[in-house]
Protein backbone atom coordinates (compact mmCIF):
# COMPACT_ATOMS: atom_id res chain seq x y z
CA UNK A 1 0.00 0.00 0.00
CA UNK A 2 1.81 3.08 -0.97
CA UNK A 3 1.70 6.18 1.41
CA UNK A 4 -0.66 8.01 -0.94
CA UNK A 5 -3.45 5.69 -0.55
CA UNK A 6 -2.93 4.90 2.87
CA UNK A 7 -3.46 8.78 3.17
CA UNK A 8 -6.54 8.87 1.16
CA UNK A 9 -8.11 5.56 2.71
CA UNK A 10 -7.73 7.38 6.52
CA UNK A 11 -9.38 10.72 5.06
CA UNK A 12 -12.31 8.52 3.83
CA UNK A 13 -12.43 5.87 6.97
CA UNK A 14 -12.19 9.14 9.55
CA UNK A 15 -14.74 11.27 7.87
CA UNK A 16 -17.21 8.15 8.61
CA UNK A 17 -16.55 8.47 12.23
CA UNK A 18 -19.09 9.56 14.51
CA UNK A 19 -18.31 12.16 17.25
CA UNK A 20 -17.59 9.75 20.04
CA UNK A 21 -15.49 7.91 17.86
CA UNK A 22 -13.44 10.64 16.05
CA UNK A 23 -12.82 11.48 20.01
CA UNK A 24 -11.96 8.02 20.99
CA UNK A 25 -9.62 8.09 18.07
CA UNK A 26 -8.09 11.84 18.89
CA UNK A 27 -7.34 10.56 22.24
CA UNK A 28 -5.44 7.35 21.06
CA UNK A 29 -3.64 9.33 18.84
CA UNK A 30 -2.49 11.74 20.97
CA UNK A 31 -1.60 9.07 23.73
CA UNK A 32 1.13 7.43 20.58
CA UNK A 33 4.70 8.66 21.48
CA UNK A 34 5.40 8.97 17.30
CA UNK A 35 1.96 10.79 16.69
CA UNK A 36 1.68 13.06 19.82
CA UNK A 37 3.59 15.84 18.94
CA UNK A 38 1.77 16.28 15.73
CA UNK A 39 -1.62 16.03 17.39
CA UNK A 40 -0.33 18.74 19.77
CA UNK A 41 0.37 21.03 16.73
CA UNK A 42 -2.73 20.64 14.88
CA UNK A 43 -4.72 21.46 18.08
CA UNK A 44 -7.11 24.46 16.56
CA UNK A 45 -9.68 22.99 13.90
CA UNK A 46 -9.03 22.90 10.28
CA UNK A 47 -11.60 24.25 7.99
CA UNK A 48 -12.48 21.75 5.64
CA UNK A 49 -13.76 23.36 1.76
CA UNK A 50 -16.73 22.12 0.28
CA UNK A 51 -16.35 19.81 -1.97
CA UNK A 52 -18.65 20.89 -4.75
CA UNK A 53 -17.78 24.68 -4.12
CA UNK A 54 -17.29 26.46 -7.42
CA UNK A 55 -19.21 23.85 -9.21
CA UNK A 56 -21.84 25.98 -10.58
CA UNK A 57 -19.83 28.51 -12.40
CA UNK A 58 -20.78 29.29 -15.75
CA UNK A 59 -18.01 31.70 -17.10
CA UNK A 60 -21.40 34.34 -17.30
CA UNK A 61 -20.79 36.45 -14.32
CA UNK A 62 -22.60 36.70 -11.74
CA UNK A 63 -25.82 35.10 -12.27
CA UNK A 64 -27.61 35.77 -9.10
CA UNK A 65 -27.56 39.39 -10.64
CA UNK A 66 -29.85 37.93 -13.32
CA UNK A 67 -31.41 35.54 -11.72
CA UNK A 68 -35.23 37.06 -12.53
CA UNK A 69 -34.09 36.95 -16.52
CA UNK A 70 -33.15 33.18 -16.69
CA UNK A 71 -35.75 31.79 -14.17
CA UNK A 72 -38.08 33.56 -17.41
CA UNK A 73 -36.30 32.32 -20.42
CA UNK A 74 -35.89 28.96 -18.98
CA UNK A 75 -40.12 28.94 -18.10
CA UNK A 76 -40.53 31.05 -21.19
CA UNK A 77 -42.36 33.98 -19.42
CA UNK A 78 -41.31 37.57 -19.89
CA UNK A 79 -40.37 39.29 -16.78
Given at each position: ????????????????????????????VK???????????????????????????????DL????????????????
Amino acid sequence: MSAGHAHEELHHLVDQLSPDQARRLLRLVKTDPELADIAEENDEPVRRRLSIAGIGASGEGDLSERVEDLLAERFNRSV
